[in-house]
């Protein structure tokens, strides 16, 4: 036995070795997936306070560090038609009766890590979007059902462009919404179940030179 073990001592050092170094392997990996997802940003966007064109948007920021939210963009999608509006300064939310967000001024502004920022109602977002896509700067919520275009809103999309930490790109997080109409009301349907993160750098780019044509 014993002068089996010292033939097969090379062999069986060169396994060990093998096995402590899969297992390092392991280890090594597990550490870098954590430090990852504790390194990549992540924005919610949700709403609350029912599901009808009244409810309010918010924007949670999931991320390890703070957020400075840079730009806010609504995509809306009247078939066949698509209209893409940035709606930063928020002047529906400095002319509501119940204004909300940073300094009742803006949306732009830092949200801390585990934070909720209230965006403002959605039927206040459309409304807006739908006058500055018009030129018209008086908004009002009660105009976006009379609005032939509010009529035809089918989907429409939030898209939160931010700055993380020391990323020198912009990141980003976007959900897709639906509009319902029963019963002579409309109410909200997300399209997506979970808010998508904008990963891909030919997206961020694109987003780059978009916000810096708004400049």
Not at 139 to 157: D, M, P, V, Y
Request: hydrophobic letters at 40%.
């Amino acid at each position: 036995m014993y002068a089996w073990l010292a033939d097969k001592a090379a062999l069986m050092s060169a396994f060990a070795s093998i096995g402590m170094l899969v297992i390092w392997s392991v280890y090594l990996h597990i550490f870098w997936r954590s430090h990852q997802r504790r390194g990549t940003p992540k924005l919610l966007i949700n709403w609350g306070e029912g599901r009808e064109l009244s409810a309010r948007c918010f924007v949670t920021n999931m991320s390890e560090g703070a957020v400075f939210i840079q730009s806010v963009i609504v995509d809306l999608e009247t078939p066949p038609s698509h209209h893409r509006v940035f709606i930063s300064d928020a002047e529906d939310l400095r002319n509501s009766r119940t204004p909300s967000g940073w300094k009742h001024m803006t949306r732009q502004g830092p949200v801390g890590p585990g934070k909720l920022v209230d965006m403002g109602s959605f039927e206040g977002i459309l409304a807006y979007a739908l006058h500055e896509k018009a030129g018209d700067k008086s908004t009002g919520e009660k105009n976006l059902e009379e609005s032939s275009l509010g009529r035809k809103i089918h989907q429409f999309e939030i898209t939160i462009i931010g700055m993380y930490g020391s990323e020198d790109a912009l990141i980003g997080a976007s959900r897709r919404f639906e509009i319902v109409r029963a019963r002579g009301k409309a109410c909200l349907r997300s399209a997506t179940v979970e808010t998508r993160q904008i990963v891909s750098a030919r997206e961020r780019k694109q987003l780059a030179k978009e916000i810096a044509e708004q400049l």
